[in-house]
Each structure stands twice: as C-alpha cells, then as structure tokens.
C-alpha cells in the first residue's frame, strides 16, 4: 500500500481555513496521495508543535495568522521572497531533513491579478492599503511586475515609510498616511488591510481611482466587502476580492511540496460556490 504523506496548515484560529478543501482539489486533480489537515496552535508554542510534526514524518506546512514570524524564525533556510518579507507561509523537509521557509502570498496575489484577473500591472500607479505583515509579504513580487510606482497608505505613517524603505532597492516606492491620498490617482489599489472583516473602511478621498482603475481586497467572503463596494460607487472599472489569490499561493505551496502545478481555475470556482452555499 502506497504510504501517504502528510501536510497541514497551523494557525490561529483556524476552523474557518479553506486550505484542506484546497490542497485536497489539488491532490485529486493531480493524482497525489497525501492528507491535509488544519491544526490550532496554541500561542508560544508554534516551534515546540512544528519541530514534532516534522519528526513524526509530516512533510510541509503552511502557516496562517499569527505564526509567519515564528515560521521565519523556525526554518533552518529560507528562500529570497521569504527573507524579503520577513514572514514564511511555507515550511517544506528536504532530504538531509533540514526544513526550508518560503513566503507564496505575493506570488499568489501577482497570478490572481495578472493570469486570473488579466488586469496589468506594469506601468501602472499601484496604491496598497495597510503597512502589516499582509502588506510586507506581497511587496516583493509585486515591484517585481514593473509598476510606475507604489504608494502604501496607512494610519500611522511612520510604519508605511518604514516598510516602503525596506523594499526601495526592487522599484519606485513610497510610504505616506491616508489624509495625504487627496491629491493623488491610482490605476490599481489593493487593499491589504484586515478592516474587511469588522465590516469597516480605510478613510480614503472619493476620486482616487483612475477611469480604468482596478480594485482588490486581499480579504474574501461570501458577500462583497466594504472595501469592493466602495470602489463600486467609485465607478471601479473592475473589481475583485482575494480569493484567487488564497488559492495561487496555495498552488504555489503545492508545487514546492510534491513538483507538480496544479490547475487553479476550477478549484477557485470550487471554494467560491462553496462560500454561497
């Protein structure tokens, strides 16, 4: 009987992850063997849990809220978009059993723009909402895209110019607060903010969007969020919510884990008729 490998996701909460439902599409479509779970870890203890999973045979991990540092922390190597960000999403053993961190939201939200959504990135005015460990984990790949420049808004503008630093050698970047937005236009924004799920907005200027600006909240649900109806009302040429991009990074684990590239549309439409249901 073939052995079945093990993988799971690690977090806190985590009862509402889409990940086993993912990676269990992606294990169907391509004919692995292997068995997801998703498992709450208790605060503090994410290494003591991680170093026993690995040991007893598990093969890869991804993380979730609130462990991304503690998995930077834990991985023995880490691949160059992990150390950019500062955060791994992606723990995997390799054969000498040393384990390797890796970060796929940016790549993730890149596909789900660009090959899902079709929108363009490059040459185009990006502003991102939020200077959190969301924000930093998808700055990399997208500079990587070539826009013109990005903006990132937030509260506390210190944070936003900090960030914006960090990443200045990959493009045009820069950090500012959201009352400095008025006078600006942007061809695409993304929202990277948790205020989707209170049910709330960032404070942002009407008119800010170009006649073809794009909109994306890297939240998802079932309903739009507050942030995709207000750029609705802002006339948003088109907008999208961050589903796909769940899934691409997901995909992107995928690849790292078992080398093969599973087909995301179909699972993508899978997970959104599920949140309708």
């Not at 969007?209 to 802002?234: I, K, Q, V």
């Not at 769940?246 to 093969?260: M, N, T, Y």
Request: glycine share 12%; hydrophobic share 40%; net charge negative.
């Amino acid at each position: 009987m073939e052995k079945i490998d093990h993988y799971a996701v690690y977090g806190n909460p985590v009862k509402h992850s889409k990940s086993p439902q993912i990676h269990a599409a992606f294990a169907e479509q391509t004919a692995q063997q292997l068995h997801y779970r998703a498992h709450k870890v208790e605060l503090g203890r994410f290494a003591e849990v991680a170093a026993q999973f690995f040991e007893h045979g598990g093969k890869g991990l991804n993380i979730t809220v609130p462990f991304k540092l503690d998995a930077f922390e834990f991985a023995d190597q880490l691949s160059g978009r992990a150390r950019r960000a500062g955060a791994v999403n992606t723990l995997a053993i390799q054969d000498d059993g040393t384990i390797y961190g890796d970060n796929t939201d940016g790549v993730g939200l890149v596909r789900d723009i660009h090959d899902n959504l079709g929108w363009d990135i490059q040459g185009r005015r990006v502003l991102v909402l939020g200077a959190g460990g969301a924000v930093r984990g998808i700055l990399g790949p997208l500079l990587k895209q070539g826009p013109s420049h990005v903006l990132i808004a937030n509260r506390t503008e210190e944070k936003a110019q900090e960030l914006a630093q960090q990443f200045q050698k990959l493009g045009h970047i820069a950090g500012g607060s959201y009352a400095g937005l008025a006078s600006g236009q942007f061809d695409l924004i993304i929202n990277g903010t948790s205020a989707s799920m209170s049910g709330d907005l960032p404070p942002l200027p009407s008119h800010i969007l170009s006649n073809d600006g794009c909109a994306y909240d890297m939240m998802y649900g079932a309903a739009p969020t507050p942030f995709m109806r207000w750029a609705a009302g802002e006339t948003a040429w088109a907008v999208s919510d961050g589903l796909g991009m769940l899934v691409e990074q997901a995909a992107e684990s995928f690849c790292i884990w078992r080398g093969v590239r599973p087909d995301t549309k179909p699972v993508i439409e899978l997970i959104r008729q599920s949140l309708s249901a």
